[in-house]
């Protein structure tokens, strides 16, 4: 079994930043810890970023330049620094990860920017 957890939500002011962590533990190996998606209200799951397992990161235009996902594999965790944030940045976060054909989700963690 697999398990995902992120945390590092909270509220913010529009400017502020937050780091938000996605764990993972279980049955582990071989399991890649992909990257993010947020959704906001009323609105469907997007996605956020990717990162591979050798550091490499891609971003959605929305957050690129502002956004960094970064990984350290020895703690099982990927995290998402998230700098000048605004208040179209709000949403619940979700880290995914893949494991073979399998992918994986955690519950999420808020994020509220104040304008």
């Known amino acids: 079994q697999v398990q995902l957890v992120e945390s590092g939500g909270g509220l913010v002011q529009a400017g502020g930043s937050l780091r938000l962590s996605c764990l993972a533990s279980?049955?582990?190996?071989?399991?890649?810890?992909e990257g993010w998606y947020r959704q906001a209200p009323g609105k469907e799951r997007e996605w956020v970023g990717t990162i591979t397992p050798g550091g490499q990161t891609n971003y959605a235009d929305a957050v690129k330049g502002r956004f960094t996902a970064s990984r350290d594999n020895a703690k099982n965790t990927v995290y998402l620094q998230m700098n000048s944030l605004k208040p179209e940045d709000t949403g619940v976060y979700y880290c995914?990860?893949?494991?073979?054909?399998?992918?994986?989700w955690g519950q999420g963690t808020q994020v509220t920017v104040s304008s």
């Open positions: 279980g049955s582990i190996s071989g399991l890649h810890i």
């Open positions: 995914i990860a893949r494991l073979g054909p399998r992918s994986y």
